[in-house]
């Protein structure tokens, strides 16, 4: 496998404002790199960040401060105009196929419509040559074209968002918990052509969600988000196989188990109380209002993220 790096994220922040004086700390100083066609999994809590962080990737949000660098190229303050050859290279999928495809246009419209916006094509009848073929390659057929999105199951629909993110061959696609909405029994089989395609085309993804056992199955590294910040990252099988921060340990404790005594023992590591506020983060180490292993100095200084061994990084002052 290539190891090329299609995406390199440098301590992004994005802040948003509030109400009066107040500020909502979405997103701190996270740090990453992506490869060719490999899957980072982002975990963690609702509100941990995790959206924040892919949309700000996209530039669908301005950044706070940091910098994206895409395929080598710095893309952090690029104006519209600029970013639109790298859109081309960077498709979301998003959550909801139901919101997410307009109701009014044909599902040909829906797919053949990025084809259009950068020029790969220049009248909507030429589309059908791209279309015809994605369709099928979704598990669709050519007779859908003409229907509109309300006429399909969710499952079907997000086939067509994810025919629309790969038509024009992206270098990465965001996963923005694509298959969340979707029936159990839909969901393997999305699973299985996003790595169809990864397989044959080198894409990257940035998949993010909240069910451990599937970013375990699609991800080659995993990234665990904890309001705003990154508190471990690392190849997916040394995350689940030896997770060093007590964050992680409490996700992973509270995945459900089959086996009642083995899940009497693994409630023990499962986390306490809500997550905080991101308008008023804690400070110091942002998990310490729930963290069983909190010590003094973790009240006053942020851990920084630090190299475990094997590339395996973590924020904690436990580690150091
Ligand atoms: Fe817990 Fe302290 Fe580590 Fe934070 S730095 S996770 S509070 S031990």
């Not at 996209?58 to 970013?83: C, H, V």
């Not at 009248?123 to 390659?137: C, H, S």
């Not at 963290?291 to 993220?305: D, G, N, S, V």
């Amino acid at each position: 496998m290539s190891e090329q790096l299609i995406l390199e994220i440098n301590n992004l922040t994005k802040h948003f404002k509030a109400g009066g004086k107040q500020t909502v700390h979405a997103l701190d100083g996270v740090s990453f790199t992506l490869k060719k066609g490999e899957t980072l999994g982002l975990v963690g809590e609702s509100g941990c960040g995790k959206t924040t962080c892919a949309r700000t990737i996209i530039r669908m949000y301005e950044p706070t401060s940091g910098q994206i660098i895409m395929d080598g190229t710095d893309i952090t303050e690029l104006n519209q105009k600029q970013l639109k050859p790298f859109r081309k290279n960077m498709q979301m999928i998003f959550q909801d196929p139901y919101a997410s495809l307009n109701a009014r246009m044909t599902v040909r419209d829906i797919i053949a419509e990025p084809l259009l916006a950068h020029g790969v094509v220049k009248r909507k009848q030429d589309a059908n040559e791209y279309v015809y073929p994605m369709l099928e390659r979704v598990g669709l057929t050519r007779e859908h074209a003409s229907r509109y999105a309300h006429e399909f199951s969710g499952g079907q629909r997000q086939r067509v968002g994810i025919a629309r993110a790969l038509i024009l061959e992206p270098n990465l696609v965001v996963c923005d918990e694509p298959i969340s909405a979707l029936d159990v029994s839909i969901q393997a089989q999305v699973i299985n052509l996003l790595k169809d395609f990864q397989e044959e085309k080198g894409v990257s993804y940035l998949f993010i969600a909240h069910d451990l056992s599937m970013i375990r199955y699609v991800s080659d590294n995993v990234g665990v988000m904890y309001l705003g910040q990154l508190a471990e990252i690392g190849e997916t099988d040394e995350i689940y196989k030896n997770p060093l921060h007590p964050y992680t340990k409490g996700l992973l404790g509270s995945i459900p188990i089959a086996n009642p005594a083995l899940a009497r023992q693994k409630k023990k590591s499962s986390i306490e109380g809500d997550i905080p506020s991101p308008i008023k983060p804690p400070a110091g180490c942002r998990f310490h209002t729930r963290c069983p292993y909190m010590k003094e100095i973790c009240c006053e200084e942020t851990p920084k993220l630090k190299d475990a061994g094997n590339g395996h990084m973590v924020a904690c002052h436990l580690c150091d």
